[in-house]
């Protein structure tokens, strides 16, 4: 059997699937705010290294697998918070992780997305370069001229690229 990462594994769709990959006999480490092997917050750099380095050290060098479903839904006001979970939550653990992946030889990962990377019309390119620039800050600010549409802009943005 192997080992496994799964971010936002406390609940939804992430807690899903702890249970389903346990119940085949793999090892889980979960990556949280609470109630996981891992509580990290995933919306600051500090929290993004912590649980990566936390899961290399429970894993030693190798992880068979990775499911990169922690994300926050376009709750008006967060819009940094939405960009730094949803984008660089993914994106860094994965880099960190890479090495580890590798190991396995046949590692699967799987990142969430949205379908509202293709149903929301005009999702500001400027703000997804940003994102893939590493500047959530950067990618808030190309959305503010949509208004109260904003947040519905950062989140598709954030689970696009």
């Known amino acids: 059997m192997g080992t496994y990462a799964v971010t936002g594994s ?3 769709m992430g807690s899903e699937i702890v249970a389903k990959l346990r119940g085949q006999g793999h090892t889980v480490i979960g990556v949280d705010l609470a109630n996981s092997e891992v509580t990290a917050d995933l ?3 500090e929290g993004r290294r ?3 380095e936390r899961v290399l050290s429970a894993v030693d060098g190798r992880l068979d697998g990775a499911v ?3 994300g926050i839904g376009p709750v ?3 819009e940094a918070v939405i960009a730094r979970v949803n984008y660089l939550g993914a994106v860094e653990l994965l880099k960190a992780w890479r090495p580890a992946l590798a190991a396995a030889g046949n590692a699967k990962v799987v990142a ?3 379908n ?3 149903t929301t019309p005009l999702v500001p390119r400027r703000a997804v370069r940003a994102l893939l620039a590493g500047d959530p800050d950067r990618a808030v600010r190309r959305t503010r001229s949509f208004g109260r549409a904003s947040t519905a802009m950062i989140y ?3 689970r696009s690229p």
């Open 50 to 52: 912590d649980a990566a």
């Open 76 to 78: 008006p006001g967060r």
């Open 10 to 12: 406390a609940s939804g």
């Open 156 to 158: 598709a943005a954030s």
């Open 116 to 118: 509202s990377t293709t």
């Open 43 to 45: 919306s600051t750099h």
């Open 68 to 70: 990169l479903a922690a």
């Open 112 to 114: 969430f997305s949205s």
